[in-house]
């Protein structure tokens, strides 16, 4: 699953991110042409349409959370190739790229973090690394910040963009569904908050997962979030798709997410919250 | 109507000769010679065919018009099936069947997908792809067996969940994350057996058990081989190879650890011996409901929990330094 066909593919919003360093870069979206320091100073969001442009793990940090406060989790668990997986290129390169790429080991980072002075877990998914598909080590990463949360009592915060399972670990990708939302459950049970922020693009195995098991669900505006992709849903069904189908306006509407927040707002929105769910 | 796959063909054509052969009703001892030797030499290469299947053509058995299903297993080795419809919030998807049994005396809450025998039948439960009402009925049944007090076991077998527009906006993502965040925490013994092709997020909306058991010929898998070929080869041709790649196949699952139990089929599939299938299948469950039944509560939602979590291939990089350096 998961891993759909998008028009708009990985490396374009990579083509979009690169081109930030430039003058001027174009819109994912509304496809305007605009000046990138306009976009930088806007929270990298497009003035024209308000569309939110991916931010960098980094950036997300920065953003969201208080300055210093951020402590990783488990950056030192990498991933096996059990399957020994080749496709047109082995499953263990494709990692070696990715890890190389991102200067990351893998498609999630979690740690502790406060945010406006409240004390919780946080997972940020980084969609640069194999488009942020969850394989064992997100899983498992995960499930350990799950537990960590636990232990402290804490609330748990999961940034979410991915194009779903990894394929190349077969079967064992597919059982992180189940592994997270085991301790998800686990989670629940002991009444604590798991709040999720659905950024573009969010799809397939991660969406019917972990994160459309929030207790309140987020979306940054205009994200595309799904289980199935538009393309495959096209070919199953042999009609166009209608304008906004799946976006996050369109999951609201369709009363499959609490509330669309922007940028400029979602701090002081996850402050609020945090007040009213925390122990 | 017996129907062949395509690397059953030289199967077909020497079950065709050895037939043509019989009608003939010669007494002719030659004749019957010839039988015989033909009879032998199908034996044979039954067993080299059957024996020797490739992860594709093993996709194609357990995706075979003929494999037996839910259906065929309620009636053969279970009594008294009260079906029970409806997900009370949108409607009854016909994907997915469900109800209270009697499996070897014991009742029971039995739910699965259910492809359909015959193109009309087929067309109403869609191919056995289920829609969000379909897990949501699934989901009903589930907790009711809880309150009653009753063991779950389903039956497995979907191309996946159905990838529509409804289906999308009626929160097929969803469906499927409450069903495996509820299973995990279901206070009575669950056992799922994938009966023919586990089709991804759609099949493990079913699949999060105490017991996943699975028939010899089934498949269980992250993404078909069509969509995964599709994908990584850019060629939907390539769904051979990438069958072989995705490790789907019964024997490859029980070693990374996503199935607990292998209940072997007749040679050559569940479809040529039905019966025998149903009875194994029948011995299997009675084995693994009486070994989980006997755990109190608190220690099968742990275990259950515990089996899960160790799904999965990590290591631990010994140079920590990036942790250390950000605490
Ligand atoms: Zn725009």
Redesign the interface.
Known sequence: ?????RQKSAEDIEKSSKNLEGMWLKCNLCRAIIYAKEVERNQKVCPKCDYHFPFSVEERIAHLTDEQS??????????????E????MSYSDRLLAAQKKTGK?EAIVS?QCTIDGHVLGIGIFNFRFMGGSM???V??KI?RAIDRSLDAKMPFLLITTSGG???Q???????????T??????F??ARLPFIVLLTDPTF??V???????GDVILAEPKALI???GPR??EQ??K?R??DG??RAEFLLE???IDRIVSRKNLKFEIHSLLQYVSP | MKEYLDFEKPIRELEERITRLQKAGSKKQSVQDQIEKQTIRLNDLEIEIYGNLTPWQRSQIARHPQRPSISNYLELITQNFLELHGDRLFGDDRAIIGGFTQINEQPVMVIGQEKGKTLKERMQRNFGMPNPEGYRKALRLMKMAEKFKRPIITFIDTPGAYPGLEAEQRGQAEAIARNLLTMARLRVPIIAIITGEGGSGGALALGVADRVLILEHSIYSVISPEGCAAILWDDATKAAQAASALKLTAPELIKIGVVDEVISEPLGGAHRDVEATALHLQQTIQTQLRQISALPVETLLRERDEKFRRMGAIRQAHNSSHEKAST
Request: with cysteine; charged share 15%.
């Open positions: 699953m998961g891993w759909f066909k951020f402590q990783e989790w488990d950056a030192d668990i990498v991933p096996e190739d059990a399957l997986f080749v496709d047109t080991n740690g394989g064992s080590v899983g498992e499930c399972a990894r394929m670990e077969g079967a064992l990708s597919l059982m992180q569904m189940a592994k939302a085991s301790a998800l459950a686990r629940a049970e397939g195995g969406t019917a997962s972990v994160a459309m098991l799904g289980f199935a495959v849903i199953t069904i009609q798709l209608p189908f799946q369709h009363g499959m």
